[in-house]
């Protein structure tokens, strides 16, 4: 991606910020000091901001998730690069089997749900010791930290080809359709991944348009990404070429 401030390399990969993710990472900040039980000041500010920081931890802690289990298989990774709607893993080459392209597309949504089960044990511990006041405002944090991750896991997990559960069915029809390998299945995926993203343009300008809220414009704008990369990767099986990059969508932001 263009327009990207590399920031230096983590295991060994390239580790990227795409300078979309300096809004959303002022956005999250503004959106969580909002809801904060804290006057609004410094403090609410600091908070959201350590926030919006644990969500940025979170989308990188998921696409290392993929990095680490693709190099255990024998899969280089690129770089990982954050950007608008979430992160991107660029691999160096396809998995070789179907089983490793399946463990490589579940590893960053089982990262997020581990994640989500930490934050939400942290938010419990903040209520509990830490009750009033900025233990308070940390827990709501905690909270948009544990659902931040929840919709990294199972947000992903559909199956709408390139997002990792469309990934993992993906495998399961290499796996299932030996004789067609890894192109036949691409294909078939990514045709799923496009009806989803359809889907998701569809209902997100209906829903937008009808209840006025922005958010719903996210799944808009979201779906129309996913189509496109459906569309480039359904013709990358064709044309056998370098593998395009993998993509994972966080949450809305307008969900703080
Ligand atoms: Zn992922």
């Given at each position: 991606?263009r327009?990207t401030?590399?920031l230096?390399?983590?295991f060994?990969?390239r580790i990227?910020?795409?300078?979309?993710w300096l809004?959303?990472?002022?956005f999250?900040?503004?959106?969580?000091?909002?809801?904060l039980?804290?006057p609004p000041?410094?403090e609410?500010i600091g908070v959201?901001a350590l926030?919006?920081?644990a969500?940025f931890?979170?989308?990188l802690a998921h696409?290392?998730a993929?990095a680490?289990?693709?190099?255990?298989?024998?899969v280089?990774?690129?770089g990982i690069?954050?950007f608008l709607l979430?992160?991107?893993?660029?691999?160096?080459?396809e998995?070789r089997?179907?089983r490793?392209?399946a463990?490589?597309a579940?590893?960053?949504?089982?990262?997020?749900?581990?994640?989500a089960?930490?934050?939400?044990?942290l938010q419990?511990?903040l209520d509990r010791?830490?009750?009033?006041g900025?233990?308070?405002?940390?827990?709501?944090?905690?909270t948009?930290v544990?659902?931040?991750?929840?919709?990294?896991?199972?947000?992903n997990l559909?199956p709408?080809?390139?997002?990792?559960?469309?990934?993992v069915l993906r495998?399961?029809?290499?796996?299932a359709?030996r004789?067609r390998?890894?192109?036949?299945?691409?294909?078939?995926?990514?045709r799923?991944?496009?009806?989803?993203a359809l889907?998701?343009?569809?209902?997100?300008?209906f829903?937008?348009?009808a209840t006025?809220?922005?958010t719903?414009?996210?799944?808009?704008?979201?779906?129309?990404?996913?189509?496109?990369?459906a569309?480039?990767?359904q013709r990358h099986a064709?044309a056998?070429?370098?593998p395009?990059?993998?993509?994972d969508?966080?949450?809305?932001?307008a969900?703080?």
């Open positions: 991606m327009q401030l590399v230096g390399r983590l060994g990969v990227g910020v795409h300078v979309s809004a959303v990472y002022a999250v900040t503004y959106a969580l000091a909002r809801v039980p804290m000041g410094a609410a959201a926030g919006a920081l969500l931890a979170s989308v696409e290392l993929h680490l289990v693709a190099r255990r298989f024998g280089r990774t690129e690069t954050l979430g992160g991107v893993a660029t691999l160096a080459e998995p089997t179907p490793a392209d463990a490589i579940l590893a960053g949504p089982a990262m997020s749900a581990t994640l089960v930490l934050a939400f044990a419990l511990a010791f830490l009750a009033g900025l233990g308070s405002a940390l827990a709501v944090a905690a948009y544990f659902l931040a991750n929840a919709v990294l896991a199972a947000f559909l709408a080809y390139p997002m990792d559960g469309g990934r495998a399961l029809l290499w796996r359709r004789s390998g890894r192109e036949g299945a691409t294909t078939i995926a990514a799923v991944g496009m009806a989803f889907l998701f343009v569809t209902a997100g300008v829903a937008a348009a006025r809220e922005p719903f414009a996210w799944y808009a704008v979201l779906g129309a990404f996913l189509l496109r990369q569309w480039t990767q064709r056998a070429a370098a395009p990059p993998r993509a969508v966080a949450a809305a932001p969900a703080a």
